[in-house]
């Protein structure tokens, strides 16, 4: 018990550090959280999303959880955790994106302009979906999986 | 580098509806799975937390797809006002899912605890199962078992039912003498356990037999110790009938061995005693029909081995049955040929070969152990077992020496009859002849002065011819026999002149001691002229050198210590016949009475037999007394007659007829016995008239009547060859006149009718030939 805590402890530390670290960004008109919410909330939202899911997938590993739907409920866990990372992100950089890099055409959206690898990832960030939708489709298979075995 | 942005938008859209649709297909799966298996932790941790997943999916997309639709319409201002309660949707799921996340370790060890204590129950539960199952198995097996053990007991049972109740009558007896048990056949003569009040029946009131309440019952023997008790024993149905049975009684055990009663078991062997009784009754039955078989049974086996003889076949052979049993038939049965005097066949061997009833050879005599032979008749015949197999051979004879002898004297008595018959034939025929001599010569005398010589010769001829009268009385009585005719007379004439008849010409003295007063008997002269001739002749032929024979006589009165029992309430005239010859054998002085019986090898047999009955028709007794080489006495005695004067005939006188008496009819069908009879009667002054037949004198007779002319007499021949007697005349005349007078005349002295005239219609009987004197002595007869 005490080193399960430890564990998460561990996990915790690095998560935050990962958003300690690239500093902080400020917050755009576009961002999918409004300031009321506010997005260090949000964001620690995420934070505990990626908790608990890591927390899983590392418990699931340990567990040599490999029957049934756990190979691909891991696969969900995965993805999931990566679209939660690639979210935070996202929301993170979000925070400090020029909103001069944002291209309107007829006021429309129409493009974003990448000047480095931020810029990139922000832009892949706004395209989480491509995490997301697979991380679902494992977790159907996952749950189809753990359904078919009688 | 401008990136366009389509793509986020198309992915944010497209990303979003799909997500959505993931997410409800991912929350029905799961919500399905775990309501599938509603007890499985971990089925709803994942349940929830796909729905935790959902939720932030449906929120998620939900919240992008109504943003870009805001933005794409321009309503920014829209999406700022409602998206912070997306995000904050969002960010609940997100700490939701978060918990689920870091507990799912709990979950999983609630899960994985559950799922061991489910694996370790299920394994429990198997293991249990199979040792239920093992349990089951080894139950079925012994329920099989059992089933089997019950299936073999029920059929034991049955089978033992069955073997009881078939088999004799068996019942279990207590200790205390109550019937525990019985079979079908028991208690059908022995019904009932209980009584009415429902308490156990005491053996020995539901089935009292003869032990009972006695030191032999067969359940205090088996108290005392025996191990088993067989009885022959009767005792009482139900129903009152006594019944025989053999009892045998066991000792009944429980499980440990220790003794709660008898088994005992009744075989019912009344049939078997009433079939030993009939048996030994028929045996019986049989031996004494053996024993009273009047012949000689002998039965051998096939070896020829006597098994029986019956107590005649003893007698015969000398040998008793348990001498002869098991002795070869030759040495029991001797028999030899008598003429050849050869050992005969065993009788045996013949049956055995023939296989039939044979009748053994004629001429067989058996030699008696003794020694002693005797003439047999035997046969023989097989014995055959039920299956008509010879198994023995049975031989019935008897002594025939006494038959033989018969025969052979039968064969005499015969020729004697046939002789007889000739004689009496003769003597019928010369009687008449004699008749007429003896009339003409009584006829003549009457004619000559007495004291003539020829007076004198004429009753020499007249005694000569009433010496051949008696003669032929006595062919006459050889012949045919008969009843003396008895009249009273005096018996030293009869016996000096029957004497002298017989010892004419022999050496033998004749010495008589005759009183002179002696007593007048009442006899048939001519029957005992022949008594006092077999005796002279006997003493004759005992002394065959000559001799001398003493002859007395004397009174006897009553009660004179005689050696006869004779009446006391009369006198007899004894006469003693002596010799000195050669005696009579004392084992056969008590047989010279017997007819056929003579020591002599030219003897009938017939005389002493003879003289015996003539005495005994007298009335009288005789007795023999004899000494061997000393010689014989015979002694007679004879009823003395009440009559005491003998009527002196033969003065040839003629008297004056009867007076009343005229006419007097004689009949007879020789012509010299009418003419003689005629004469004489002519001779004494009557009117005669003369008939050949019965026939003619009742027609004389007849006539007579109607012309009222009397015959006052008629003298009727009995026996008329061919033509009707006297015997049946008499009938007739008597008929026609009740009163008329009839006298039988015949030459048969002994004929019963000339014994009982009377009885047949006539008045008196005359004897022919007879006399002058005669025939006027029975006219005053009966007339008289």
């Known amino acids: ?3 399960g805590l430890l564990n998460k402890s561990l996990i915790v530390a690095g998560v935050l550090s990962l958003l300690i670290g690239p500093g902080v960004v400020p917050a755009m008109a576009v961002q999918a959280h409004g300031g ?115 | 580098m401008t990136l366009p942005w389509w793509p986020v938008i198309l992915t944010d859209m497209a990303g979003s509806l799909v997500t959505l649709g993931l997410a409800v297909w991912s929350a029905v799966l799961a919500w399905r799975w775990a309501h599938r298996k509603s007890d499985d932790v971990f089925r709803n941790y994942i349940s929830l937390l796909t729905l935790a997943i959902v939720c932030f999916a449906i929120s998620r997309s939900f919240g992008h797809l109504v943003k870009q639709l805001l933005l794409m319409n321009e309503l920014p201002g829209v999406w700022k006002a409602i998206s912070p309660f997306s995000g904050a949707v969002n960010s609940m799921t997100f700490v939701v899912i978060f918990a689920f996340g870091i507990y799912f370790h709990r979950f999983q060890r609630v899960h994985d605890e559950i799922e061991n204590y489910r694996q370790n129950l299920e394994l429990l539960v198997e293991a249990r199962t199979t040792e239920l199952a093992e349990a089951n198995t080894s139950l079925e097996h012994e329920i099989a078992e059992r089933r089997q053990v019950e299936e073999d007991i029920r059929q034991s049972q049955t089978v033992l039912e069955s073997v009881l109740n ?33 308490n156990r029946v005491k053996c020995y009131e539901v089935r009292p037999g003869d032990y009972c309440h006695t030191e032999q019952c067969p359940l205090v023997l088996i108290q005392k110790g025996q191990q088993f008790v067989s009885q022959e024993n009767t005792k009482m149905t139900a129903v009152g009938e006594l019944r025989d049975f053999i009892v045998t009684a066991r000792p009944y055990r429980n499980a440990d061995g220790e003794l ?51 107590q005649v076949a003893e007698e015969l052979t000398g040998w008793r049955q348990r001498e002869a049993a098991g002795r070869s038939l030759t040495e029991v049965f001797n028999i030899i040929n008598e003429r050849t005097r050869q050992p005969c066949r065993n009788p045996v061997e013949l049956v055995l070969e023939s296989g039939k009833i044979i009748g053994l050879a004629n001429h067989t005599a058996l030699i008696a152990r003794e020694g002693t032979e005797r003439s047999i008749a035997d046969s023989g015949a097989p014995i055959r077992d039920k299956d008509n197999r010879i198994i023995g051979v049975v031989l019935v004879f008897r002594d025939v020496t006494q038959q033989l002898l018969m025969e052979n004297e039968l064969q005499k008595a015969k020729k004697l009859e046939s002789v007889g018959v000739l004689a009496g034939g003769i003597a019928h025929d010369f009687n008449n002849i004699l008749m007429a001599i003896l009339g003409n010569i009584n006829l003549a005398s009457l004619l000559l002065p007495p004291g003539e010589n020829l007076h004198t010769l004429m009753m020499e001829a007249e005694k000569a011819c009433l010496r051949a009268k008696g003669l032929t009385h006595q062919l006459l009585t050889f012949s045919k026999g008969g009843e003396p005719v008895k009249e009273a007379a005096a018996i030293p004439e009869i016996i000096r002149d029957s004497a002298e008849f017989v010892l004419h010409g022999e050496n033998i003295v004749c010495n008589y001691e005759i009183p002179d007063d002696l007593w007048l008997v009442d006899i048939d002269r001519g029957q005992m002229s022949q008594v006092i001739q077999n005796l002279i002749i006997n003493a004759k032929h005992a002394m065959p050198q000559g001799g001398t024979i003493q002859v007395s006589c004397e009174n006897v009165f009553p009660g004179e210590g005689e050696p006869v029992p004779l009446p006391t309430d009369q006198r007899f005239v004894k006469v003693v016949i002596s010799d000195n010859g050669m005696g009579i054998p004392q084992n056969l002085i008590d047989n010279i009475f017997d007819p056929y019986f003579s020591t002599k090898a030219e003897g009938t047999g017939l005389g002493l037999a003879i003289t015996h009955s003539i005495i005994k028709k007298h009335y009288g007794f005789i007795t023999v007394t004899s000494l061997p080489g000393k010689g014989t006495t015979f002694t007679f005695y004879l009823p003395v007659s009440v009559e005491q004067e003998v009527i002196i005939a ?31 009667l002519e001779t004494l002054g009557f009117e005669v008239l003369l008939a050949a037949n ?17 015959i006052d007499l008629l003298i009727m021949d009995l026996t008329i060859p061919g033509g009707m007697g006297g015997k049946d005349a008499v009938k007739e005349i008597l008929q026609l006149d009740p009163t008329a007078r009839v006298v039988v005349a015949s030459g048969y002295s002994n004929d019963p009718v000339m014994a009982d005239y009377k009885a047949y219609g006539f008045m008196a009987a005359i004897s022919k030939p007879f006399r002058l004197k005669d025939l006027e002595d029975v006219i005053n007869q009966t007339f008289g």
């Open chain 2, 166 to 198: 078939s088999s004799n009558p068996l019942c279990i007896t207590s200790l205390d003498f109550e019937v525990l048990q019985g079979n079908k056949a028991y208690f059908e003569i022995w019904p009932g356990q209980e009584d009415e009040q429902g």
């Open chain 2, 650 to 680: 033969v003065e040839s006188v003629v008297r004056d007829p009867v007076e009343g008496i005229r006419r007097i009819l004689v009949m007879d069908d020789d012509a010299m016995v009418r003419m003689v009879a005629a004469k004489m």
């Open chain 2, 694 to 710: 019965g026939d003619t004198a009742v027609r004389i007779f007849r006539q007579a009547c109607e012309d009222k002319e009397i």
């Open chain 2, 260 to 310: 709660i009663g008898i088994v005992e078991g009744f075989q019912d062997i009344s049939i078997r005693k009433q079939a030993e009784e009939d048996l030994a009754a028929e045996r019986e039955r049989l031996a004494v029909t053996l024993r009273s078989i009047g012949d000689g049974v002998i039965t051998t086996d096939i070896n020829g081995m006597v098994v029986m003889i019956n």
């Open chain 1, 36 to 150: 009321s919410e506010g997005l260090v909330a949000h964001q620690i939202g995420h934070l505990l999303f990626i908790i608990g899911m890591g927390y899983l997938l590392l418990r699931s590993l340990y567990l040599r959880l490999n029957t049934q739907g756990w190979p691909y409920f891991k696969g969900f866990l995965a993805f999931i955790l990566s679209w939660n990372l690639l979210t935070f992100t996202g929301h993170w950089l979000n925070e400090s994106v020029d909103p001069g890099k944002y291209l309107k055409v007829d006021g429309q959206l129409a493009g974003f302009t990448v000047n480095g690898f931020t810029d990139l990832i922000f832009y892949f960030s706004r395209l989480d979906h491509l995490l997301l939708v697979p991380a679902f489709v494992l977790l159907l298979m996952a749950l189809k999986r753990w359904r078919s075995v009688p």
């Open chain 1, 1 to 3: 018990m005490g080193r």
